[in-house]
């Protein structure tokens, strides 16, 4: 069955450093998120991108944060210089349906990167 | 009133019992629902969606009562593998853009 992957799994980084989460979405899908969990809170939309630009944005992707599709297969997250509240655990998913219908199907989930900004 | 909310949990019950999850939202406009289980530090993944007539996946059953904005799942003959936590998941607007979730609701099943 295919699967979104993501690396790496876990990511230290300090305080102001620059991050890039990585996601190979599912090949045939066309819409791709991101997302982030802090530990013990819920899960919270990040961005939606489609047709290779982003769809949608939540208040939590101010300009610290920009997405790429850069190769065709690769969709990654940029985090320009990393805070201490920015620690959680981040996924990528990715839809298939055409948008503006009604949709059946649902968002797969990479396992997510586990990212601790010291 | 939040976007998504569901019982704060957890649920402890004993392996066979019956569960039931209650969800409601706010935004009338909503169309698709779901429910997903998310294991300790794992990625969410897709129980069930949940359809206006009501739809039974073997032991789950999902219902929708649009009137009155809420989504119920029921776990029949609970089993130790069912621990996990329940998120309710509701896309806002009719487009795929962005889907909303419940803090979830975190279910135990004693042996």
């Known amino acids: 069955e295919p699967e979104v992957t993501q690396t790496p799994s876990h990511q230290v980084t300090q305080m102001g450093q620059e991050v890039i989460l990585r996601c190979v979405p599912i090949?045939?899908?066309?819409?791709f998120y991101w997302y982030r969990q802090i530990l013990g809170q819920k899960v919270e939309f990040l961005v939606s991108?489609?047709?290779?630009?982003?769809?949608?944005k939540s208040e939590i992707f101010d300009d610290q944060f920009s997405v790429e599709r850069p190769d065709g297969s690769n969709f990654t997250l940029k985090i320009r210089s990393t805070k201490l509240e920015d620690s959680a655990m981040y996924f990528c998913?990715?839809?298939?349906?055409?948008?503006?219908?009604?949709?059946?199907?649902?968002?797969?989930f990479g396992p997510g990167t586990r990212l601790l900004v010291l | 009133r939040k976007e998504v909310e569901q019982d704060p949990g957890p649920f402890n019950v004993p392996e066979g019992a019956t569960v039931a999850f209650n969800c409601t939202y706010s935004?009338?406009?909503?169309?698709?629902f779901f429910w997903y289980r998310q294991d300790c530090r794992k990625e969410p993944k897709l129980l069930m969606s949940?359809?206006?007539s009501g739809n039974e996946d073997g032991r789950f059953t999902a219902q929708l009562n649009r009137a009155s904005q809420y989504i119920s799942l029921l776990i029949r003959d609970s089993k130790l593998s069912d621990s996990a936590t329940y998120l309710c998941?509701?896309?806002?607007?009719?487009?795929?853009?962005?889907?909303?979730f419940g803090k979830g609701t975190r279910l135990h099943i004693l042996p």
């Open positions: 935004n009338s406009a909503s169309q698709s």
């Open positions: 998941v509701v896309n806002k607007r009719g487009r795929d853009d962005k889907i909303i």
């Open positions: 090949s045939n899908h066309l819409y």
């Open positions: 949940v359809y206006s």
């Open positions: 991108f489609y047709n290779n630009e982003i769809s949608e």
């Open positions: 998913a990715s839809l298939k349906v055409l948008p503006g219908g009604l949709s059946k199907e649902t968002q797969y």
